[in-house]
C-alpha cells in the first residue's frame, strides 16, 4: 500500500511500500520530545531538513526508538483516492508544534501530531522535492521551475519565483538557512544518459523570494542537499561527486573538488556534514552508474579546503547520504553508508556499513538478503492509475533511503524491499583489517551485528 510513511531516515524512498506501524511509531517518538508551543521559532523545529537540524544535517536523532515498533503505530495515512494514486517524495519533516509536512506529486500536505490533514498546498507544477522549514514557512521547488514560500500555519502563498522554464525531475532537498534559502534550478540536458539534474544554483531571499545569486555548476545536481556548517557558507555535491563550498549570502566559490576516478560515473547520493569539520559523500567510481555489479565510493573532505580525507571504495555501488555519529559498541565517530544498486536486475544487493570518521577503517558490515526485483516495492502497483491522472507513473528509487542514526547508536534505513531496519553494531567494536574495495559483492555480514526488520 501507497501509504503515508513517515520516518525521518526516509529520504528518497519514502514511496516505497514500508510497513506503516514501524515509520509511525518512530515518527511518534521523534514528535514526542518536542515541546507544546504553539507558537514555532527558528530555532525549534526538530527536523527541518531530511538530514535532520541545521546547523549540522548530520543525519543523527536525538531521540531513542522504541524497541519493538510495529507495536508502537501512532497513525497512517494513504490518499483517498487510493493508496496507489500519487508518488509520495521522500524526506518528511517535522516542526515545532509536532506537525508533519511531506511532499506528493500531488502538492505538499501539513499534518496534525493526531495525523489530521491540515492543508493541502497546490505548487505551480507536480513536485518530487522534500519540504524544508525556516522559522514561519514552509519551502519548496517544481519540475515548471518554480520556487515557492507556504504560510506555515495556513499553506497559503507566500511567494512565488519561477527561476528556469523547467526544472530537473530528480529528488531535490533545497533548504535554506540565516535568511536565504538554496535550491537547484534550470534543467541539466548533461548527456543521453544523465538527462536530469540542474545546472544552477540559486541563493534567494527566504522572506521575499528576491534572487540574491546563482552559480553554474561543472557537472549538474542530482537530488540536490544543500548543507549549512554555520559558518556563512554552504556545500553540496553534484553527481558524480565533485563537492563544493559557496558563501552563503553571495554565492562566491570558495572551493570545488572535481570527481575523482569518475569516468562517466554517476550517483544520486550525496553529502552530509559531520560534527568534527568535516564533509563525507557517497558517490561511485570508474564508469559505475550505480548498478548491480559496480563499485561504489566515500570520501572524507575537510571542511575547510576541500583536502582528502580518506576514501574507501566500496564492493556495491553508493547511492545514498551517509550518516555521521556515534554508533554502538564504537567509542568514536563513525561515518555510515548504505551501498546498494539501483532496480534493473532480477538480484540487488544491498547493505550497510560502519567506517570510522577519522581514518576511513571499516568497522563493520551488514549484508542483506538480495532483493529480486526488478523494480522497487510498490513502484509498479498503480502506474497506469497514475499515467492517466497526468502523475509521473513511477519513481524507481535508489536501493536505500538515506540512513539516520539515533541517540542509542542504532542505524534506521528503509530499502526497496519495502522493509525499515534497524542495525546494530557489535559490542566493543574494533577496526577490521578488511579493505572494503577486495569484499565480494556478497560478503558476510560481520559477527556481532544484529538487525531488526519492520
Not at 535532520?52 to 536523532?61: K, N
Not at 506528493?104 to 501539513?110: E, N, S, W
Not at 565533485?242 to 553571495?250: D, E, I, K, P, Q
Request: glycine share 12%.
Amino acid at each position: 500500500m501507497r501509504s503515508f510513511l513517515l520516518f525521518v531516515a526516509v529520504a528518497q524512498a519514502a514511496h516505497v511500500e514500508i510497513d506503516d506501524a514501524g515509520l509511525m511509531s518512530f515518527l511518534q517518538m521523534e514528535m514526542k520530545r518536542v515541546g507544546n508551543d504553539k507558537k514555532a521559532s527558528a530555532n525549534t523545529h526538530p527536523w527541518p531538513h531530511f538530514r535532520g537540524a541545521i546547523p549540522g544535517q548530520t543525519g543523527v536523532s536525538d531521540i531513542v526508538a522504541p524497541s519493538n515498533l510495529s507495536a508502537s503505530l501512532a497513525w497512517s495515512w494513504h490518499h483517498p483516492k487510493g493508496q496507489y494514486h500519487t508518488i509520495l517524495a521522500g524526506g518528511p519533516v517535522i516542526d515545532g508544534n509536532k506537525n508533519v509536512y511531506v511532499t506528493g506529486a500531488d502538492g505538499i500536505r501539513k499534518f496534525s501530531p493526531e495525523g489530521d490533514e491540515l492543508w493541502n498546498y497546490k505548487p505551480p507544477g507536480i513536485s518530487n522535492n522534500a519540504p524544508m522549514l525556516m522559522d514561519d514557512k514552509v519551502y519548496g521547488s517544481d519540475k515548471s521551475g518554480y520556487v515557492f514560500a507556504i504560510d506555515m500555519e495556513t499553506g497559503s502563498t507566500v511567494w512565488e519565483q519561477q527561476l528556469a522554464s523547467e526544472n530537473g525531475g530528480d529528488s531535490g532537498y533545497p533548504a535554506g538557512f540565516d535568511g536565504v534559502f538554496v535550491v537547484g534550478a534550470e534543467h541539466a540536458h548533461f548527456d543521453k544518459l544523465h538527462d536530469g539534474g540542474n545546472r544552477k544554483i540559486w541563493g534567494l531571499d527566504a522572506a521575499s523570494g528576491e534572487k540574491l545569486w546563482n552559480f553554474e555548476v561543472a557537472t549538474p545536481v542530482w537530488n540536490f542537499a544543500p548543507l549549512f556548517p554555520g559558518d556563512d557558507t554552504v556545500v553540496f555535491m553534484d553527481f558524480r561527486g565533485g563537492v563544493y563550498r559557496l558563501g552563503l549570502h553571495n554565492g562566491t566559490l570558495l572551493w570545488h573538488v572535481p570527481d575523482a576516478n569518475c569516468h562517466g560515473c554517476f550517483s544520486d547520493g550525496g553529502a552530509s556534514l559531520g560534527p568534527n569539520g568535516a564533509v563525507y559523500t557517497c558517490s561511485n567510481t570508474g564508469a559505475g552508474g550505480g548498478m548491480e555489479g559496480e563499485q561504489g565510493v566515500v570520501r572524507g573532505f575537510k571542511l575547510q579546503d576541500g583536502a582528502l580525507l580518506w576514501e574507501q571504495v566500496l564492493p556495491q555501488p553508493c547511492n545514498s547520504y551517509p550518516a555521521v555519529g556515534h554508533v554502538q559498541g564504537y567509542s568514536g565517530l563513525a561515518v555510515v553508508v548504505l551501498p546498494g544498486s539501483f532496480p534493473g536486475k532480477l538480484k540487488l544487493h544491498g547493505s550497510v556499513m560502519a567506517l570510522d570518521a577519522e581514518s576511513g577503517e571499516l568497522l563493520w558490515v551488514y549484508q542483506n538478503e538480495p532483493w529480486h526485483g526488478p523494480m522497487a516495492k510498490g513502484d509498479t502497483e498503480g502506474a497506469l492509475e497514475r499515467l492517466a491522472t497526468g502523475l509521473q507513473p513511477m519513481c524507481i528509487p535508489a536501493h536505500w533511503s538515506a540512513a539516520t542514526i539515533t541517540a542509542d547508536g542504532v542505524v534506521f534505513a528503509a530499502r526497496m524491499d519495502g522493509r525499515l531496519y534497524a542495525v546494530r553494531g557489535p559490542a566493543n567494536t574494533v577496526p577490521l583489517s578488511w579493505v572494503p574495495a577486495s569484499l565480494p559483492v556478497d560478503f558476510t555480514t560481520t559477527p556481532g551485528v544484529e538487525a531488526e526488520i519492520f
